[in-house]
């Protein structure tokens, strides 16, 4: 397993200082999950849900109040110095870089702190720095990089100590959707290697594509852990039919309600039975390019969470 948790409680008091006295706050929630190696997973929930702090707590920066959380077999707080070794974390933005080192340099720094010999540092550096397409600009300051550079800079050295479980957070935030795209494909590679990728995300699409499955989080707590696919189809969620139709379609029961883009009729039903009978009036009317489409991950995420991801 690449990450076995269980009952995983976090805790925090507000106010300021080592030992604030403000009120308690509770960030994990008795959590429980199992993440197998060669898994792409991702960690969904709104704003506060606790997805930061779970990552905290598999990188050994943050003790567990209660509760057991293992990376490969190694215990979070037994294990910790293993645990670090296999673990390489990469945090979205701008945080954690010094922008008066170059690429290169950031990378050989990464690799003093993981005891990399040498040799080996640069040959790793080099290796990783092509692959993240930042050969060109190795000896650049990084301070002088894009956004999205600076995002494949991180990965870049989270990827130095060979660590077989990589933690995203938010890793695409601020790519360009070409630089997004190659990311993702490199995500599945990684996979690939035989590595344990846990990945939390805002954006619905990227979970969707890149993820084998997903865990929705909320309140500390899981709601559900399944693929993308699965996720949607039990949820039970409208059914949507797509077809290149003008034809209205309002009138057939079950029709919840209906959009056109780009040519493209969508029409949302209530149930398997109106997909059904929508599919069947098209049909009937000599429309060919027809099909129901189970809801998006980002429907169901919004039906399972609703709207409180503003109410942090
Ligand atoms: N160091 C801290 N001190 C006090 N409270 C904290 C601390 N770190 C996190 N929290 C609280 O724990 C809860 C969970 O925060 P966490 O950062 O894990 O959420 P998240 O799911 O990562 O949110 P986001 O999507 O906004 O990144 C929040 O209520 C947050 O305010």
Not at 48 to 53: E, L, M, N, Q, R
Not at 144 to 172: C, N, W, Y
Not at 215 to 230: C, F, H, N, Y
Request: net charge neutral; hydrophobic share 40%; charged share 30%.
């Amino acid at each position: 397993m690449g990450v076995r948790v269980r009952d995983l409680t976090r805790t925090f008091r507000k106010g300021k200082g080592w030992r604030p006295k403000g009120a308690e706050v509770t960030a994990l929630d008795g959590l429980t999950l199992d993440v197998p190696t060669n898994e792409v997973h991702g960690l969904l929930g709104p704003n506060g849900a606790g997805k930061t702090t779970l990552c905290k707590v598999l990188s050994t920066v943050l003790l567990p109040t209660s509760g057991t959380a293992e990376v490969l077999g190694h215990d979070v707080v037994t294990g910790a110095a293993e645990v670090r070794r296999l673990v390489g974390i990469v945090f979205g933005g701008e945080r954690g870089l010094y922008g008066k080192l170059t690429a290169r340099q950031t990378m050989r720094y990464w690799a003093a702190l993981y005891k990399i010999p040498d040799a080996r540092a640069k040959a790793r550096a080099d290796e990783l720095l092509t692959r993240l397409g930042l050969a060109d600009k190795a000896d650049d300051l990084v301070e002088t990089f894009s956004r999205g550079m600076k995002q494949r800079v991180h990965l870049a050295r989270g990827l130095i100590g060979d660590p077989k479980l990589i933690l995203l957070d938010e890793p695409t935030t601020g790519m360009d959707p070409v630089a997004a795209r190659d990311f993702r494909e490199l995500i599945r590679e990684l996979r690939d290697e035989g590595r344990t990728i846990l990945i939390t995300t805002h954006d619905m699409d990227e979970a969707e594509d890149v993820c084998d499955r997903v865990t929705l989080i909320d309140k500390g707590r899981v709601l559900a852990t399944e693929s993308p696919r699965g996720l949607a189809e039990m949820s039970g969620l409208h059914r949507w039919v797509e077809a290149e139709t003008s034809l209205d379609v309002t009138g057939v029961p079950g029709v919840v309600a209906t959009e056109t883009r780009n040519g493209v009729l969508r029409v949302k039903t209530a149930d398997d039975r109106a997909a059904r009978a929508v599919l069947d009036f098209l049909l009937d009317r000599g429309v060919r390019s027809v099909h129901a489409v189970p809801p998006r991950l980002e429907d169901v995420y919004l039906d399972l969470i609703g709207r409180r991801g503003m109410e942090v």
